[in-house]
């Protein structure tokens, strides 16, 4: 899988209509996304998470994403259906999961914006040693500019048990 994934990731930094990096004292995450050229709604998502802990191993996603027009009344709130494979060396399984995300909101002069994804897989949809999978990433931050983000976030993975839970920073570019 790390195989597929890497590749992935360095490729998408020519075609990635958004590209994240996330880091915390011992984790570092790069996340994609890819629009599907003939539909700008559904998008193409990958994600690497290298552990330095060393009774952890890295972690891998990669999905598909079908994202809305609007939510909640509101032109800035959008909501996402998604669906990935997770892997890491011991468990995997295929979460479906949900993602509401507001881009600009607040009277500020710098636009601020807010994202909270969630995903589950019972047991039916987690394999080799997981017998279920919880994903639950949570983010808040400020558009300096028009293509690029600061934030700061929290994320939860649970193969069975806690696989990470930990806050963070980063740092984006949309393009």
């Excluded at 629009?35 to 994600?47: G, H």
């Excluded at 949900?98 to 994202?115: C, E, Q, V």
């Amino acid at each position: 899988m790390k195989r597929l994934i890497l590749p992935f990731l360095l490729a998408s930094s020519i075609f990635a209509n958004e590209a994240n990096l996330e880091i915390t004292n011992y984790t570092l995450t790069a996340n994609t996304k890819i629009s599907i050229p003939q539909n700008e709604n559904f998008a193409i998502r990958a994600s690497y998470l290298y552990n330095d802990k060393s009774d952890a191993h890295d972690y891998y996603s990669v999905g598909f994403q079908a994202e809305g027009e609007n939510a909640l009344d509101n032109y800035n709130s959008k909501l996402a259906i998604f669906i990935d494979f997770a892997h890491t060396k011991d468990n995997s399984a295929l979460p479906i999961g949900i993602t509401l995300f507001n881009d600009n909101f607040g009277n500020t002069n710098y636009p601020l914006f807010a994202k909270i994804e969630t995903s589950y897989a019972p047991a039916v949809l987690s394999f080799n040693e997981a017998d279920k999978f919880f994903r639950v990433k949570a983010e808040i931050g400020v558009k300096p500019i028009e293509n690029a983000k600061l934030y700061i976030g929290y994320k939860k993975i649970d193969f069975t048990h806690n696989y990470e839970s930990i806050g963070y920073v980063g740092v984006g570019f949309i393009f």
